[in-house]
């Protein structure tokens, strides 16, 4: 087969994985991919996972790859909080929540973290559109919020909280706390509960 018609059939997807090449073309030689690697006219993302380059290019796609290359999982935590301007750092590393064993994946488009959480904590996420209009899945702020003093059980007195160096405008004018008390609440998690209260008073909330 040669690169130009599988580029023009592959290349709407953003990224893919081989099942799906199989399912295009079912006698597709898989050691193409590993060429077309080599020439760089491939990227690869992690085992079975493939992108084109010229998608490096695109705002959002890294977050895009994030959600794909290991699935189920949700865009949160520091990735999710930067995106939303209630950290200041820029972050350069994707991180996820995920029902899978924790992982970790590098490629041309980032670092990839997935944290993992039993099934019954896995939601408080809902569906972003990239300009593109490719989907993915992102925590809302208060998840984020949950799932980061969740996995980092150090955070704990409230000078760790004032570490965090949260917006004041999102925390005096935007978090819902109705919705972080719901979420807070289905976690069931009495240490938790405290480590959100320190950061509550933080806030004066």
């Known amino acids: 087969m040669d690169f130009i018609t599988f580029r023009e059939h592959l290349y709407p997807l953003g990224c893919f994985n081989v099942n799906q090449v199989l399912l295009w073309e079912n006698g597709f030689d ?13 990227v690869k993302l992690r085992n079975q996972y493939y992108a084109f380059p010229e998608y490096r290019q695109m705002a ?3 977050r895009y790859v994030a ?8 865009i949160s935590l520091h990735s999710a909080l930067s995106f939303y301007g209630i950290i200041p750092e ?10 899978l064993k924790t ?11 997935y944290h993992n959480v039993k099934p019954a ?18 925590a809302t702020p208060e998840k984020a919020l ?20 949260l917006d004041d405008y999102f ?4 978090l819902n706390t109705t919705l972080l008390s719901e979420h807070l609440s289905r976690i069931g998690s009495k240490s938790l509960s405290h480590r959100v209260k320190q950061l509550l008073k933080v806030y004066g909330l």
Not at 31 to 39: G, S, V
Not at 67 to 74: E, G, V
Not at 91 to 96: I, K, L
Request: charged residues 20%; proline residues 2%.
């Open 60 to 62: 959002d796609f890294s």
């Open 146 to 165: 949950l799932d980061l003093l969740y996995l980092n059980p150090y955070y704990k007195t409230e000078a760790d909280m004032e570490e965090l160096r």
């Open 171 to 174: 925390m005096q004018n935007e």
């Open 30 to 42: 898989r050691n193409n991919l590993t060429r077309w690697c080599r020439k760089g006219l491939l």
């Open 103 to 113: 992982a970790k994946f590098e490629n041309h488009f980032g670092t990839f973290l």
């Open 67 to 74: 959600n794909r290359i290991y699935m189920p999982s949700y």
């Open 90 to 99: 820029e972050v350069v590393q994707q991180t996820s929540v995920t029902t």
């Open 121 to 138: 904590l896995y939601f408080g996420y809902g569906l972003k559109t990239m300009q593109n209009g490719r989907n993915m899945l992102f």
